[in-house]
């Protein structure tokens, strides 16, 4: 694995590292992946893909029953920072609404 | 997300004009390709992966819990009212429902979820390959629906400068993280800005019908993300752009028809259209770059080891089925073939559950299906946006409406005091029969008291009755007002312009 590559996954998980962290990490990534091209080996064909590694449970589903949850203070409590009853925390570049 | 791909190759809509015609809000030479993202807000009482209520409005920070805050060592569990409402919402939209399908984690690090992931589904959705159907001249024309996933809401963030360029922090309300959302993405198949606002209307119309959401825009529970290019007919599908922040249907026809103008204009320029997310400003009526290409996200989605695969039994996707209500394309059909309203009054009635809903009501009190349509179609629809309201704010009971129509057939009112009720009864939700009788709105139709007016209207204005005898009928017109005005506007009108006709006699004789 390239150190370019490793910045740009480090850059997504907003890691940031040292050039000896980035050696040792493109070692170790490229081990991972190389461990996945011999795997690619193996003939596949006739196997059922599996897309989860919880293959064969089946998720629990729970009735719709509204419960009240933290009172306010102690949710706010664990918060870096809090405005009145909001959470205070640096914004990230972003516009409004963003998220979803 | 625009960034879910399924694989399958995208197919682009057709031209949406008729051959040689130009379709408002796209440029003559033009066509558009306009996919729509759509996320609705499940009406479910708690939410998606935990218990807390899901009340909007509540105070900030009052409706949330280890789960939603992300805190550490907490486990999801789906909400099965959600998991029913999205499949009745994918059984409506005529998708096919996987009975496999995963959740999982789209990493990003906005402040607005505290996990810095969301729950949703990525590469195995809950349903895909459905359509709807919106109207297109006489006929309907058929947007197909790419996907429909479930997921999580995110919280909402706001800003403490005013200026959200400016800003240096966020301020967050978690009490939407974890609400239940559907989204759902049509295939590019939309080629105008009036054809994305039909097919909104009627994705909101189906929601409503079969109950999985109220759709209200204005509080979010409906939203909107649009993806447009646009190309020469015929020729390769242009490089689109993404536009957030659209929250009206009239915000969505605007911004698209901004949109698409702005990129004819660069790609006439010689420019090209950069492949990038676009905002759009609704004070300033246009969109700006939010981030272009080189900051795309990738969300590096993985399965959510958290929660195992969501396998529904194909009984109960039946059973969902069975229990869908009468769609609005059905109950429109249903109003034109056995009720013999028009076509374009039922598609109106139907558009909206309420308005239909109350539209039955009322016709099973006064069986009149097209004088009760003619009174929706007008006075109520009048009424509502007069004020402002939705349908589902009808302030009259349809059993009042019905006693009123029914007071207008025995004569008892004319249709001028009839309509002077029904505005007292939206404003004071009394019954008819009682605003009538305390207003003496009641109908003269006795000759005597109106001959008297008639007389008095004759003697009055001899010049516009010189008018009337030499010809000119429309004197006659100013004469019945005048009579009308004197019995404060209950005399019945036939009867007066009989009496009139037979003191003037015909007009031209004078
Ligand atoms: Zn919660």
Redesign the pocket.
């Known amino acids: 694995m390239s150190i370019a590559e490793v910045e740009h996954v480090a850059w997504l998980a907003r890691l940031a590292l040292t050039e000896e962290e980035k050696r040792v990490m493109a070692e170790q990534l490229g081990r991972i992946l190389d461990y996945m091209e011999k795997l690619r080996e193996l003939d596949t064909e006739e196997v059922p893909p599996t897309f989860h590694t919880l293959e064969g449970m089946r998720v629990p589903l729970r009735g719709d029953d509204p419960r009240p949850?933290l009172e306010r203070e102690e949710a706010l409590a664990a918060a870096p920072d809090r405005a009145d009853d909001l959470f205070r925390v640096p914004r990230t570049g972003e516009a409004e609404g963003e998220g979803a | 997300m625009s960034e879910v791909q399924t694989g399958r190759p995208v197919r682009a809509g057709g031209p949406a004009s008729a051959p040689g015609g130009v379709a408002a809000g796209v440029p003559a030479g033009w066509e558009a390709v306009i996919g729509l993202e759509v996320h609705v807000e499940l009406s479910t009482a708690s939410?998606m992966f935990?218990?807390?209520p899901t009340r909007f409005g509540a105070p900030p920070n009052s409706q949330?819990?280890p789960?939603?805050l992300g805190l550490p060592g907490v486990l999801p569990v789906p909400n099965r009212q959600a998991v029913e409402l999205a499949v009745r919402a994918a059984l409506a939209l005529n998708c096919k429902v996987a009975t496999y399908s995963k959740f999982d984690r789209k990493n990003y690090f906005y402040p607005d979820m505290p996990k810095n992931y969301q729950i949703s589904q990525y590469d195995l959705p809950l349903a895909t390959d459905g359509y709807l159907e919106v109207p297109e001249g006489e006929g309907s024309r058929r947007i197909r629906i790419r996907r429909l996933h479930l997921e999580e809401d995110t919280g909402k963030s706001m800003h403490a400068a005013d200026d959200i360029v400016t800003a240096r922090y966020s301020l967050l309300d978690f009490n939407r993280a974890?609400i239940p959302l559907v989204e759902i993405v049509s295939e590019p198949d939309i080629a105008t800005p009036e054809q994305a606002r039909l097919y909104l209307e009627k994705l909101k119309a189906i929601m409503q019908y079969c109950g999985v959401s109220d759709c209200r825009m204005e509080e979010g529970s409906l939203r909107c993300d649009i993806n447009v290019s646009v190309r020469r007919p015929g020729g390769r599908a242009g490089t689109r752009t993404e536009v957030k922040n659209v929250n009206s249907f009239r915000a969505v026809e605007r911004a698209l028809t901004y949109e698409i103008a702005r990129q004819v204009e660069v790609l006439e320029a010689g420019g090209e259209v950069e492949q990038e997310t676009r905002h759009w400003d609704e004070g300033a009526g246009c969109t700006r770059t939010l981030r272009t290409k080189e900051y795309a996200h990738d969300y590096r989605y993985f399965p959510d080891p958290d929660l195992p695969p969501l396998v529904l039994d194909p009984a109960w996707i039946e059973e969902i089925r069975r229990s869908l209500p009468e769609l609005p394309d059905a109950r429109r059909e249903r109003y034109v073939r056995e009720m013999g309203l028009p076509p374009y009054d039922a598609g109106v009635i139907t558009a909206s559950r309420a308005l239909a809903e109350f539209f039955e009501e009322t016709v099973r009190a006064y069986p009149q299906p097209k004088t009760v349509s003619n009174w929706v179609m007008g006075e109520v629809r009048r009424y509502l946006n007069e004020h402002g309201l939705e349908p589902e704010q009808i302030p009259v009971r349809p059993a009042d409406l019905a006693d009123l129509l029914a007071m207008v057939e025995r004569g008892t009112v004319n249709m001028r005091a009839a309509r002077q009720v029904f505005t007292e009864m939206c404003e004071s939700g009394r019954p008819p029969a009682e605003i009538v009788r305390e207003r003496g709105l009641e109908q003269v139709s006795d000759e005597s008291l109106i001959e008297r007016a008639v007389d008095e209207a004759i003697a009055g204005n001899p010049a516009v009755v010189a008018d009337y005898r030499k010809g000119k009928e429309k004197a006659l017109g100013f004469l019945v007002g005048q009579v009308m005005k004197a019995t404060r506007g209950r005399a019945n009108p036939q009867v007066v312009n009989r009496l009139l006709r037979e003191r003037l006699g015909p007009p031209g004789t004078g």
């Open positions: 949850g | 939410k935990c218990n807390c949330v819990c789960v939603c974890g």
